[in-house]
């Protein structure tokens, strides 16, 4: 899934702190390029959970229920609290 390639970014930025640390390359961009790619993680790990839990995504799009329509029952339906302790 999309969050589990987020350790990608942190791959990305040892490498560039290597290139830059044993002086393989001299550029600005790989020593600046270490900061970009670790403040990815933490920029996108929310909102790919957004994207992946319905209710998240459904609430940021505007799709939400409306308030006080669901339903906090934990017993799966047909099923009565009596049958289950029965068991």
């Given at each position: 899934t999309l969050q589990a390639s987020l350790p990608i970014f942190f791959l990305l930025s040892v490498i560039s702190f290597i290139?830059?640390?044993?002086?393989?390359?001299?550029?600005?961009?790989?020593?600046?390029?270490?900061?970009?790619?670790?403040?990815?993680?933490?920029?996108?790990?929310?909102?790919?959970?957004?994207?992946?839990?319905?209710?998240?995504?459904n609430f940021v799009l505007g799709r939400a229920p409306p308030r006080g329509t669901m339903s906090m029952s934990s017993a799966p339906s047909g099923v009565s609290h009596a049958q289950k302790s029965s068991r």
């Open positions: 290139i830059v640390k044993r002086q393989l390359l001299d550029s600005a961009f790989f020593e600046h390029s270490i900061f970009w790619y670790t403040s990815f993680m933490p920029a996108l790990a929310p909102v790919i959970t957004i994207y992946n839990v319905a209710p998240f995504r």
